[in-house]
């Protein structure tokens, strides 16, 4: 039998940014997989480097090879991110 003074612990309250879901925020629950993975699918790994120059696209292109360097490079983390954006506007513009 429990003492009747001893505390029942309550569950943690969730973290306000996971209470509320990004609706807006089309990057919301992709990985970086899916995104490296549509932009080479799309421009194709030619494009991607001239768009992006960095090695990892332009020399023996892979996702294995670009997410574990995009992973290690914030900066071109951002412009993969910005590129894939970019993107999805012009494929809205389109009628994808």
């Known amino acids: 039998m429990q003492d009747e003074l001893t505390p029942?612990?309550?569950?943690?309250e969730p973290a306000p940014a996971a209470r509320s879901a990004q609706p807006r925020n089309p990057l919301h629950g992709l990985t970086l997989e899916t995104i490296v993975t549509q932009l080479s699918d799309f421009y194709g790994w030619d494009d991607l480097g001239q768009r992006i120059p960095v090695r990892c696209f332009t020399h023996e292109p892979s996702v294995g090879s670009s997410l574990r360097f995009l992973r290690?490079?914030?900066?071109?983390?951002?412009?993969?991110?910005?590129?894939?954006?970019?993107?999805?506007?012009?494929?809205?513009?389109?009628?994808?």
């Open 8 to 12: 029942v612990p309550t569950p943690p």
């Open 72 to 96: 290690k490079t914030p900066w071109a983390r951002d412009k993969v991110e910005s590129l894939y954006l970019f993107m999805l506007r012009d494929q809205k513009r389109q009628g994808f």
